[in-house]
């Protein structure tokens, strides 16, 4: 859509300037064209990110055939204030994470209460009896970047808990008329640990 309205906007100019016109010429795009997310203002995005990252921690802490811990129901929920785009690969190789802005938090832990977003994953890990677990009985999430368009996005997740209790999975969100984000499955590769 951006390509298609600079060409227009190029093409305008100079059927203006080759014809003599000297007024100047004005192209604007409407509010409510159907723009990428490239387009958007940046608080349309965090609303959408934080919609997006509310049902996909829903749909984790609340499916223990997901979250592989079936007797559980965690008292803490640490997520890291980055996004990283391969959260959901045990084997990735650690990126930058792309921070989670203050309103998208604010967001999520005014409709989650058990979450509590940190820094750093060394804060909320101890070691005991040789293995790394998350005090607090909790359980520390790592969100991927949520990857896709204003219909459907990808967003990856690790929940760990112990050196035994991990998992990595992606989950697909489709964006529904009338009631907006809702978690539909999940794709590609799922592993525990």
């Known amino acids: 859509m951006r390509r298609m309205l600079v060409i227009a906007i190029v093409a305008g100019l100079l059927a203006a300037a080759t014809a003599g016109c000297a007024r100047e010429t004005e192209v604007s795009a409407s ?16 609303a959408k990110e934080a919609e997006v ?4 921690l829903r749909r984790y802490l609340g499916t223990p055939s997901e979250n592989s811990f079936p007797d559980r129901t965690f ?31 604010h967001q999520i832990t005014s409709a989650l209460a058990r979450v509590a977003f ?19 009985d ?32 992606t989950y ?3 964006n529904e008329p009338g009631s ?6 999940t794709t590609g590769p799922m592993a525990i640990s």
């Open 75 to 105: 008292e803490t929920v640490y997520v890291l204030d980055q996004a990283y785009p391969d959260a959901s690969d045990p084997m990735g190789k650690p990126e930058r994470g792309e921070p989670i802005g203050p309103d998208t938090r």
């Open 118 to 136: 940190i820094p750093d994953r060394t804060a909320v890990i101890e070691t005991r009896n040789g293995c790394a677990q998350v005090k607090d």
């Open 172 to 174: 697909v969100v489709h």
């Open 31 to 46: 509010p409510t064209a159907d723009a990428s997310a490239g387009d958007r203002p940046a608080e349309a995005e965090e």
């Open 138 to 169: 909790g359980i520390l999430i790592t969100l991927a970047t949520v990857n896709g368009d204003d219909h459907e996005v990808r967003v990856g997740i690790n929940g760990f808990v112990a050196c035994l209790g991990a998992t990595w999975l």
């Open 53 to 56: 990252y509310v049902q996909v």
């Open 180 to 185: 907006g984000w809702r978690v539909t499955g």
